[in-house]
């Protein structure tokens, strides 16, 4: 039987897999979104994130060509619970502060604006990808 890892790596780099240069394309729009998203809840005075970090197949650098190139990028979002606190003090519900990044992340430049989703805000870009911002 012939040994057909190669060709069969090959393939996956050349025509499955993202490019880099598209990766490093797409990782730089989820920093400038990153930046963006500090700038709107610092503006809001809204709690400050911990962390902030890439999340799925981007991570995993498993990310494949699509179709479409409509490509989903997790880009995650991280606060101290005792930061996320509601109007009457208690705990602050994941949808409240999924809103909160929704409002932070706005942006008059943007064709189609953020949208808030059961899990995450999702960002478009006109370029094929979209990042969403689990919270």
């Known amino acids: ?3 057909c890892d190669l060709q069969v790596a090959k393939y996956q780099r050349d ?4 490019p880099n240069e ?5 990782f730089a729009r989820a ?3 990153r930046k963006r998203l500090k700038d709107g809840l610092a ?3 809204d709690p400050t994130p911990i962390g902030q970090r890439t999340q799925g197949s981007y991570a995993m650098r498993t990310m494949i060509v699509e179709n479409d190139e409509d490509y989903d990028v997790d ?3 991280y606060f101290k619970k005792e930061d996320l606190l509601g109007p009457k003090g208690g705990d602050k519900t994941p949808l409240a502060a999924r809103e ?3 409002d932070a992340l706005q ?3 943007f064709n189609t604006p953020p949208e808030v989703l059961k899990n995450c805000v999702r960002v478009y870009y006109n370029e094929g990808y979209h990042i969403d911002v689990p919270v």
Do not use: H, P, Q, S
């Open 75 to 77: 880009d995650g979002v």
């Open 22 to 26: 598209a990766r490093k394309d797409i």
């Open 31 to 33: 920093k400038t979104n």
């Open 1 to 3: 039987m012939r040994d």
């Open 107 to 109: 942006d008059d430049r």
């Open 100 to 102: 909160m990044v929704w």
């Open 15 to 18: 025509e499955v897999r993202l």
């Open 43 to 45: 503006a809001n005075e």
